[in-house]
Each structure stands twice: as structure tokens, then as C-alpha cells.
């Protein structure tokens, strides 16, 4: 998959994932919730439900609820700690418990091939929520992080930019739309 291609990806699964509304659990048979088609109105095949946890418990399956921590090797891991604490402003406390704006989160698997992570030894890539991409990226740059020289924009769902970290992690900032 190229470049490009990773990153209609990337774009469409964002669009997917800040176009739910909370608490709509997105297209169902199950006659138990609400679809973003029905928006929560009565039809004469399907019951309302308020949103709660238990629309997750579909057919006896358990889910998850989230993102409850990202793993990340490290020679010097608290130096790397500091890295984000100092350049991205990730405030963990001492355990590592970080305490993150509310916000979509999107979860998309890629082509194994992919160039879009960066070096072809990184599985995973952290994309970080920012409130305003060019002020992140300046700051980053004065702090003298290895910041891309290229943003991408995506009508609909915002900006992107890309820092590596000095384990040479490549990180995604995004602005969203």
C-alpha cells in the first residue's frame, strides 16, 4: 500500500470515528440499539435503547472500553519520559497515569508494508490530539526535535504532522477538523 494510499486509510477511518455520535453504536441488526441511520427513532423491526455500557454486550461477547495505556521500549525510558513531558507536554504522573482530553480515538490496522510509520521496524505508530498543529510543531522544532517538514491536510478531518522521538519512534499530531 503506498503513502498515499495509508493515508485515505487513516483519513477514512478518522471520518468513521468522529462521525458516531456518543452513544450510537453504528450500524446493528441486533434489534436491542440504535444505528446512526435510526438516530434513536422507533421502527417497527427495532427497540429503543438508551446508550448505555450494556449496548456493548452484544450476543454475549465482551468488548473493550478503551485505550487503557500505550507500551513503549526504551534505552533510557526516563529520558524518553522527559522527551514527551518536555516536547509534547504529556503530563504523566509518577506511574505513567496520564489523564487525556476526552476525543475519539481511532483504531487502524495497516498494510505490513507500509512506509507510512516511517522505518519499516516500528509496528505501532501513537497519534496525539493537538489543539493547534502549527504552534505544536514550532515548539517542537525550538526544542529541537526531529520534526517532518510536510503537514497533510484532509478535508473533513484536519492536519497532520509527524515527529520522531529520540528512541526514533515516529509520532503523529493531529489537528482534527
Known amino acids: 500500500m503506498s503513502q498515499a494510499d495509508d493515508g485515505s486509510a487513516i483519513a477514512t477511518a478518522i471520518a468513521i470515528a468522529t462521525a458516531i455520535p456518543r452513544g450510537r453504536t453504528?450500524?446493528?441488526?441486533?434489534?436491542t440499539t440504535s444505528t446512526v441511520a435510526d438516530n434513536g427513532r422507533r421502527h417497527a423491526d427495532r427497540t429503543r435503547v438508551s446508550p448505555t455500557p450494556s449496548r456493548w454486550h452484544y450476543h454475549g461477547m465482551e468488548r473493550v472500553l478503551g485505550i487503557?495505556?500505550?507500551f513503549i521500549r526504551a534505552s533510557d525510558p526516563a529520558?524518553?519520559?522527559?522527551?514527551y513531558r518536555d516536547c509534547l507536554g504529556l503530563d504523566a504522573d509518577e506511574n505513567g497515569?496520564?489523564?487525556?482530553?476526552t476525543g475519539p480515538t481511532v483504531f487502524a490496522p495497516f498494510e505490513e508494508g507500509?512506509?507510512?510509520f516511517g522505518s519499516p521496524a516500528q509496528q505501532t505508530m501513537l497519534n496525539?490530539?493537538?489543539r493547534d498543529l502549527d504552534a505544536m510543531l514550532a515548539q517542537l522544532r525550538d526544542k529541537g526535535a526531529d520534526v517532518a517538514d510536510e503537514t497533510q491536510d484532509m478535508d473533513g478531518v484536519g492536519r497532520f504532522g509527524w515527529v520522531t522521538d529520540p528512541e526514533g519512534?515516529?509520532?503523529?499530531l493531529w489537528q482534527s477538523a
Open 68 to 70: 487503557g495505556g500505550y
Open 114 to 116: 507500509t512506509d507510512y
Open 169 to 172: 519512534n515516529r509520532v503523529e
Open 128 to 130: 496525539l490530539r493537538v
Open 26 to 31: 453504528g450500524a446493528s441488526t441486533d434489534p
Open 79 to 83: 529520558a524518553l519520559g522527559a522527551w
Open 97 to 101: 497515569l496520564w489523564r487525556q482530553e
